[in-house]
């Protein structure tokens, strides 16, 4: 069974204080790894796919990284605008249609 | 930039009543989804939808549930019979095609609410 674990649960950052959300996955052949981001009671919005091991996708102050078992999504300098709930999903093989699996998300704060 | 729209955004039903929650995906995309989040807990799997039929679904899409696209523009799902645990959020997406780098494109979601 794919699972995705996603840490820490919740972070909290002063503005400026860069760090790093970890993505662990455990699947039968990754084709895609999703970051997106979510704001209460709203539907997720996408952030960056990640298909292959080394490969890097940069937006703004969030940067994507892929290994064989884990993404990373790097977040320099944040601002309070960048509080939301950051998910992880994948595709993988054999699933027809394209149906993704998430993570449960690290909620992040952003402390002026 | 294009969206997709979701209708309404908030539902309160008795338990035993039948919902419709509507969605617009965006008009050229041919994958149709439905998932759902429980508070506090995962976005989950219910549906998938191409070429006018169910291609694939979870073990939450049960019997009391069903999908439809009846006028080539809406995107329904059909709750026959709500329970208490059917309380959640229930998002649409769609896709343009299986080879998109964007994933899929989320709408903001309907909260229903099973009482």
């Known amino acids: 069974e794919d699972q995705v674990t996603q840490s820490p649960e919740a972070l909290r950052l002063q503005e400026g204080e860069s760090s790093s959300l970890n993505c662990s996955y455990t699947v039968s052949g990754l084709r895609g790894l999703f970051w997106y981001r979510q704001d209460p009671g709203k539907g997720p919005e996408f952030l960056f796919t990640?298909?292959?091991a080394g490969e890097e996708k940069e937006k703004e102050r969030l940067k994507a990284t892929l290994t064989k078992k884990e993404s990373f999504l790097h977040i320099t300098a944040p601002k309070p605008e960048d509080s939301a709930t950051y998910l992880c999903?994948?595709?993988?093989?054999?699933?027809?249609?394209?149906?993704?699996?998430f993570g449960k998300g690290t909620k992040l704060s952003v402390i002026p | 930039e294009p969206e997709v729209t979701q209708t309404p955004s908030h539902q309160v039903t008795q338990m035993g009543q039948e919902v419709i929650l509507r969605c617009v995906p965006i008009s050229n995309h041919l994958y149709f989804y439905w998932y759902r989040q429980i508070l506090g807990q995962k976005v989950e799997f219910l549906v998938s939808f191409y070429n006018n039929e169910i291609s694939e679904k979870s073990e939450i899409f049960d019997d009391q549930f069903s999908v439809e696209r009846p006028d080539g523009s809406n995107f329904t799902l059909k709750i026959r019979s709500t329970k208490l645990e059917d309380s959640a959020m229930y998002f649409c997406a769609s896709m343009a095609d299986r080879a998109s780098n964007y994933g899929y494109t989320f709408g903001s979601g309907t909260r229903l609410t099973v009482v």
């Open positions: 990640l298909y292959s």
């Open positions: 999903a994948v595709r993988t093989s054999g699933a027809g249609s394209y149906q993704l699996t």
